[in-house]
């Protein structure tokens, strides 16, 4: 290798600037249409982000038409009386701001990520679409060939597949039977007044959280929010729709798939955020999920390319699900079982006391992660407060920290337990050629077609005429050890915690031994199997004592809590230094990558990348170098 880097992200805080910190600004307001605003004070970089949080979802979707709400964010990009398509783009590219939005089952999020000086401009942005908007047949017309793009895109998603056919099966007759995505079918029967009779009954103030997180003054943030917003009347809203779950009849989902791997999955119904279960839901979808767990260990014991366990959670109920890869011709039915049979057994042992401490240990952690980015923790507060009704992200992690192990069993005998699982198989089927780029509508974009000169409302022509740089608040301290490593740390003060990332320059084209292709690979698939002085189990636990999360190889990584930071660093450099690398896990994973590598060629997602490259690449340029089951077995 010919070069070494190491950079440290570091957002430990002195006693003086943590002090200051814990007395942030949070101001919570409602104004007097209904509007629920929050405003976080973050000083992390001189951004904001603006997050417009509607509670409407595919949930509200009027029956037969299942993505109207995914319909209606597609359109509030097409214009608003006063601010039209290109205007919004034209004011959007101006600022360099990141300008999105989101639709999920229960709410609608428009987002805005800019620099503080023009948060005046998205919160205005944000007002005028909420007065209005425009949803024309012309406009829909439009829009709806690039959501129906969307749609197929989605659809050529075998784990998006798996996912949506799990739903219908688990939430049969119930809102949640479906996603946000919609279909072909019924985009082509929408209309524009369809569209707008959505908009009108539930894009309302008093519909909307309105949450603000950066480096901003709260108070004169509320000043602005309620003179842009406080005029805007609200409005009656429909009742939301009934939810009666019948019960979950066992049954198998067999699925073919172009992944050059098999999926495994049993998905249970289990508690949603509204019940008083959820905390101990998630502690235990926590425990099924640990490196430590009995499902991780199918990995090892090679009987799995990857395993672990999920909860995708919605306020009535939540999807939870253990998932597995197997290799191309492998049984994905006695992988099923296995798994099914490790569930059995922690349910009718419980699961280990150790694990729900890590879990809450874990969680903790999170809610202090949140903080290092301030769209993140924008996003975080508008989950926690839109959707799941919390005061604040901290509330999930104070309800997890009261979970006892016996509550855990207790969920765990309730939703695991019975014939209510759901099993899917996916079967690699692989057609040995490149992805088809056949598809139907146009290509999604909020951009404008044809690109003209645009006159601006004099608000923003002002604005945009008035742009600067904000001042740089990155201030690293960059150190060249006596080993050659080149060290940046840049101190923060928004979160007790530190960031710790790292790249080792290396070239496997060039460096890899003739014949031994994919022992770049090899390399990094070891690296979990600990140190040589702590195995894979003692290592990953001496992580989960300290709430941190790391990983080694040529790009390596360790987030944890400030006051462990030395213990974290020591097994980080433990394990990037001095690797176990057992004899006995190198046979499994030399297997398992092998296996991996033969589906991979031939599959359309690595065929059509390697069509590409054999075009731009001369025939002996290391580029076009690639791992082959051969090459992976010699090593």
Request: charged residues 20%; aromatic residues 8%.
């Amino acid at each position: 290798m010919a070069a070494t880097l190491f950079a440290i992200g570091l957002f430990a805080a002195p006693p003086a600037a943590r002090a200051a910190r814990q007395g942030q600004s949070i101001l919570r307001a409602t104004l007097q249409n209904g509007l629920q605003v929050v405003i976080v004070r973050n000083t992390l970089a001189p951004v904001v982000t603006t997050v417009m949080n509607y509670k409407v979802g595919s949930d509200e979707a009027p029956e037969g038409f299942p993505g109207m709400a995914h319909a209606q964010e597609h359109m509030m990009f097409r214009g608003s009386p006063g601010l039209d398509a290109n205007q919004l783009a034209d004011i959007s590219a101006g600022m360099g701001g990141q300008f999105d939005a989101d639709t999920t089952q229960t709410m609608t999020q428009f987002f805005f990520t800019v620099p503080t000086a023009d948060m005046p401009v998205a919160l205005r942005i944000a007002a005028i679409r909420m007065r209005g908007v425009l949803d024309t047949d012309a406009l829909w017309d439009n829009e709806r060939r690039a959501i129906e793009q969307e749609v197929a895109q989605d659809l050529s998603n075998p784990e998006y597949v798996l996912y949506t056919k799990l739903l219908a099966a688990m939430f049969r007759g119930t809102p949640y039977a479906h996603d946000a995505l919609g279909t072909k079918a019924s985009f082509d029967k929408t209309t524009g007044a369809m569209l707008h009779g959505f908009y009108d009954r539930w894009y309302a103030p008093n519909n909307a959280v309105l949450v603000i997180v950066g480096d901003v003054d709260p108070k004169k943030a509320l000043v602005l929010v309620k003179a842009l917003f406080g005029s805007i009347p609200a409005r009656t809203l429909p009742p939301r729709p009934a939810f009666a779950f019948g019960a979950v009849s066992a049954a198998t989902l067999d699925l073919k798939t172009d992944l050059p791997y098999g999926l495994s999955a049993l998905s249970f119904r289990m508690p949603g955020s509204d019940s008083p279960d959820f905390a101990a839901a998630k502690v235990l979808a926590d425990v099924l999920d640990s490196q430590r767990g009995s499902l991780y260990a199918l990995v090892p014991a090679g009987k799995a390319l990857f395993a672990g366990f999920s909860l995708s959670s919605l306020p009535k109920a939540s999807l939870g699900y253990a998932i597995a890869g197997f290799p191309k011709n492998a049984d994905g039915k006695a992988l099923a079982g296995a798994m099914r049979n490790i569930l059995a057994e922690d349910v009718k042992n419980g699961v280990p006391a150790g694990l729900v401490a890590a879990a809450k240990r874990r969680a903790l952690a999170e809610a202090e992660f949140q903080k290092n980015s301030v769209s993140g923790l924008a996003m975080a507060w508008s989950d926690a407060l839109a959707e799941k009704g919390w005061r604040s992200p901290e509330d999930g992690a104070a309800a997890i920290q009261k979970v006892t192990v016996a509550e855990v069993n207790r969920v765990a005998r309730a939703y695991l337990s019975g014939n209510g699982a759901i099993t899917a198989i996916l079967t690699p089927q692989v057609s040995g050629r490149p992805v088809s780029s056949k598809s139907y509508g146009g290509q999604e974009t909020f951009a404008p077609r044809n690109v003209k000169a645009v006159t601006l409302p004099l608000w923003a022509e002002t604005a945009l005429k008035n742009l600067s740089i904000p001042e740089m608040a990155i201030r690293p301290v960059t150190t060249v050890l006596p080993n050659g490593i080149r060290l940046i740390v840049q101190p923060e003060s928004v979160s007790d915690t530190v960031s710790v990332y790292g790249h080792i320059k290396n070239n496997a084209g060039l460096e890899a031994p003739h014949g031994q292709d994919g022992i770049d690979e090899e390399l990094d698939q070891l690296f979990p199997y600990g140190t040589d002085r702590l195995g894979r189990v003692a290592f990953q636990k001496a992580l989960d004592d300290i709430g941190a999360v790391e990983t080694a190889g040529t790009d390596f990584s360790l987030t944890v809590p400030a006051r462990d930071l030395e213990r974290g660093v020591r097994l980080l450099a433990g394990n990037e230094l001095h690797p176990a690398l057992p004899e006995k896990a190198f046979a499994v994973t030399r297997a398992q990558l092998a296996a991996t590598v033969a589906g991979r060629l031939q599959s359309p997602d690595y065929l059509s990348g390697r069509a590409l490259l054999t075009a731009l690449f001369p025939k002996a340029d290391p580029t076009l170098r690639q791992a082959t089951p051969a090459t992976v077995s010699g090593l």
